[in-house]
């Protein structure tokens, strides 16, 4: 199992990213949360398998087919793995 905080930028707020990222999610069983930053980036948490993990930071890389991804970071996560998924509010 593996959990990873992920920040994703570029052009990712108002294109359906977090609707895609939580589909996505879903559809390879993943937990976590994904929500929109103040800042312009998406910032989420995915916690599961390590290939489902691994295939859905390889896919953030693209989203959803109007966004334009400039980047994706991402850090093991320091807490309790999350349960279920969600879209949280814009921190």
């Not at 930028?9 to 999610?25: I, K, N, T």
């Not at 910032?43 to 290939?51: I, P, T």
Request: charged fraction near 25%; proline fraction near 7%; charge should be negative.
């Amino acid at each position: 199992m593996l959990t990873v905080h992920v920040f994703i930028s570029g052009r990712v707020q108002g294109v359906g990213y977090r609707l895609w990222v939580e589909q996505e999610a879903r559809a390879r069983r993943l937990e976590g949360w994904v929500r929109n930053l103040r800042d312009g980036r998406v910032e989420a948490v995915f916690h599961g398998e390590r290939a489902a993990v691994e295939a859905m930071l390889d896919d953030c890389h693209e989203g959803p087919p109007s966004a334009r991804v400039a980047g994706v970071t991402n850090q093991a996560w320091p807490g309790d793995p999350p349960v279920g998924f969600s879209v949280l509010p814009m921190a």
